[in-house]
Every structure is written in structure tokens, then in C-alpha cells.
Nanobody, 124 residues
Framework: QVQLVESGGGLVQAGGSLVISCAASGRTFSRYDMGWFRQTPAKEREFVAAIRLSNGLRYYADSVKGRFTISRDNAKNTVYLQMTSLKPEDTAVYYC?????????????????WGQGTQVTVSS
């Protein structure tokens, strides 16, 4: 199985930047598509970004497109989410996820491995 551990969350002012990481262990990292999701107490978990293992194509939610960048370093078994121009509405617990399944990368039920989450708080 795959184990995922997020890190790098914290408090940042609106307009600032932050990079969060997800370290993977267990199965071969390069064989899994990876995604980032976020969740607040008032909302269901929502898709943020994803990256395909085969061709490196990246996908983003409209709300973060142009501001967030997902990347992967196979040598380090790590996926990153680079966040810029942060807004208060970006405040959430961010989760990384991995999937060995074929399916939509923006659907949370397509992922079979999840990290514990890292808190990102954006202040005004």
C-alpha cells in the first residue's frame, strides 16, 4: 500500500505564497496519479489539482487556475502544491491523494490513498 504524509501548511497573509508537500512511501510512487483536495467544516472535500504519472499533464480547479501549481519529483517520491496570490477563501485542510485506478482525477472517490491533511490558513 501507499502511505502519504503532507507537510508545509501554516499561516500566510492574503496575497502571499506557500508550498506544501506530500511524501509517499510503500508502492512505487511513479505508478500513481496524484491529486490535491481541500476541505473546510462547512463544505465537502473539493478538487484542487492533479497530475498524471504517464505524461505529466496537470489539471486545476477553476478557482485556483493561474495561482496554484502541482508538481512531482519522482526521485524524492514527493508531490508539491505551490500556491501564490493566496486568498482567504483558500483557507482549508489540504489533502494529497494517490490512485492506481482508471477514472476521473477530479473525483475524490476515485482515489484509494489519502494523507492526513495539512492546515493552510490565509488571513486578511
Amino acid at each position: 500500500q501507499v502511505q502519504l504524509v503532507e507537510s508545509g501548511g501554516g499561516l500566510v497573509q492574503a496575497g502571499g505564497s506557500l508550498v506544501i508537500s506530500c511524501a509517499a512511501s510503500g508502492r512505487t510512487f511513479s505508478r500513481y496519479d496524484m491529486g490535491w483536495f481541500r476541505q473546510t467544516p462547512a463544505k465537502e472535500r473539493e478538487f484542487v489539482a492533479a497530475i498524471r504519472l504517464s505524461n505529466g499533464l496537470r489539471y486545476y480547479a477553476d478557482s485556483v487556475k493561474g495561482r496554484f501549481t502541482i508538481s512531482r519529483d519522482n526521485a524524492k517520491n514527493t508531490v508539491y502544491l505551490q500556491m501564490t496570490s493566496l486568498k482567504p477563501e483558500d483557507t482549508a485542510v489540504y489533502y494529497c491523494a494517490a490512485t492506481s485506478r482508471l477514472g476521473r482525477l477530479d473525483a475524490n472517490d476515485n482515489y484509494n490513498y489519502w494523507g492526513q491533511g495539512t492546515q493552510v490558513t490565509v488571513s486578511s
